[in-house]
Antibody, heavy 121, light 106 residues
Framework: EVQLVESGGGLVQDGGSLRLSCAASGFTFSSYAMNWVRQAPGKGLEWISDISGSGGRTYYADAVKGRFTVSRDNSKNTVYLQMNSLRGEDTALYYC??????????????WGQGTLVTVSS | IQLTQSPSFLSASVGDRVTITCRASQAIRSYLAWYQQKPGKAPNLLISAASTLQSGVPSRFSGSGSGTEFTFTIISLQPEDFATYYCQQVNDYPMTFGPGTKVDIQ
């Protein structure tokens, strides 16, 4: 059974940093790209980042480019999201999600339950 | 690539046929997915590649389209279908979502 468990969320001050983790199980982790998607309170889904199975290719939304960094440790079956220079508009529930394949064009077939990040001023 | 969804909200009754449209600002071939999200829950993938129903998803759900215009249909709305539905393009990065369509009980 595929499981994705996010952790690392919490309350952080404006301008601060936070690192989210997503522990995966139930599939061959290194064979799949992984994504981060966020959802601000009462709002829609916002795609944030993608990392290939090897970790060699990463992609970001313009809203977080230069501030957030996605990485993965395939030996630990874990993907990370390092978030720096946090702003109020980054307040959201952050989901980790598995892509259906390693290449592009595959949707997000499994999702974690999310970890909440609150940025206060 | 920008995605728009219409309507943004619809009120329907059990048994109704419901149709949601997703339009892309440029052609995305058939690389569109549909997700269902219920309050307090993570999204759930229903349809990939515009029309491929995921395993375990009831056949009352369907999708169609290619290029820039796509349609998601529930042929007979059930009580458990009241939720918000999102489209997502997976043709190119950034892999944008549509703004969502909330399906509510009439």
């Amino acid at each position: 059974e595929v499981q994705l468990v996010e952790s690392g969320g919490g309350l952080v001050q404006d301008g601060g940093s936070l690192r989210l983790s997503c522990a995966a199980s139930g599939f061959t982790f290194s064979s799949y790209a992984m994504n981060w998607v966020r959802q601000a309170p009462g709002k829609g889904l916002e795609w944030i980042s993608d990392i290939s199975g090897s970790g060699g290719r990463t992609y970001y939304a313009d809203a977080v480019k230069g501030r957030f960094t996605v990485s993965r440790d395939n030996s630990k079956n874990t993907v990370y999201l390092q978030m720096n220079s946090l702003r109020g508009e980054d307040t959201a529930l952050y989901y980790c999600a598995k892509r259906g394949a390693d290449g592009r064009n595959s949707p997000l077939d499994y999702w974690g339950q999310g970890t909440l990040v609150t940025v206060s001023s | 690539i920008q995605l728009t969804q219409s309507p943004s909200f619809l009120s329907a009754s059990v048994g109704d046929r419901v149709t949601i449209t997703c339009r892309a600002s440029q052609a995305i071939r058939s690389y569109l997915a549909w997700y269902q999200q219920k309050p307090g829950k993570a999204p759930n993938l229903l349809i990939s590649a515009a029309s491929t129903l995921q395993s375990g998803v009831p056949s009352r759900f369907s999708g169609s389209g290619s290029g820039t215009e796509f349609t998601f249909t529930i042929i007979s709305l059930q009580p458990e279908d009241f939720a918000t539905y999102y489209c997502q393009q997976v043709n190119d990065y950034p892999m944008t979502f549509g703004p969502g369509t909330k399906v509510d009980i009439q």
